[in-house]
């Protein structure tokens, strides 16, 4: 072979490695900041990763939002209808928070409990994405059908 096409081949081949390792490198330093987005019912289901953060996404359910008195901290519970978790934040809430609205908290996950970090209130209900809508029917089909039992009519 000619020095000067080993020379080129040499250089291309390495500017092939040195690309890929740099784009091996920069997928794991991504990978290590997405933050996933989880429903009660998937967390519960363990679904979740443990010890690392995720987003949980549901509906404060009525009648569970309480404060501590003397400080920050706030104690809710978020639910997709199906399942329940309890939330523990401090800090203050946003503005649009209550009972009742759909909320997503980013937090971890420690002993049966979401402690969160950050609590964003939606605006809006009237928009649900498809996932979400087709997650509810699913469920809601679900539940009709295990409580549906068949039944008999007595015989004469």
């Known amino acids: 072979m000619h020095p000067l096409r080993k020379r080129r081949l040499l250089l291309i081949l390495g500017l092939v490695v040195g690309i890929g390792a740099a784009t091996t490198l920069a997928l794991f330093a991504l990978?290590?900041?997405?933050?996933?987005?989880?429903?009660?019912?998937?967390?519960?289901?363990?679904?979740?990763?443990e010890g690392r953060s995720f987003r949980l996404g549901g509906v404060v359910l009525e009648g569970s939002s309480r404060r501590d008195g003397d400080t920050l901290k706030a104690h809710f519970v978020i639910t997709d209808r199906f399942r329940e978790l309890p939330v523990e934040y401090e800090g203050i809430l946003p503005d649009l928070f209550k009972e009742g609205q759909s909320v997503i908290a980013s937090g971890t996950l420690k002993g049966g409990v979401f402690v969160a970090s950050e609590v964003l209130a939606k605006h809006d209900e009237n928009y649900m994405p498809r996932e979400v809508a087709e997650a509810i029917a699913k469920g809601k089909a679900q539940k009709a059908a295990d409580g549906a039992a068949p039944t008999q009519e007595p015989r004469p």
């Open 31 to 49: 990978q290590e900041n997405v933050n996933h987005f989880y429903s009660p019912s998937e967390v519960l289901a363990g679904s979740a990763p």
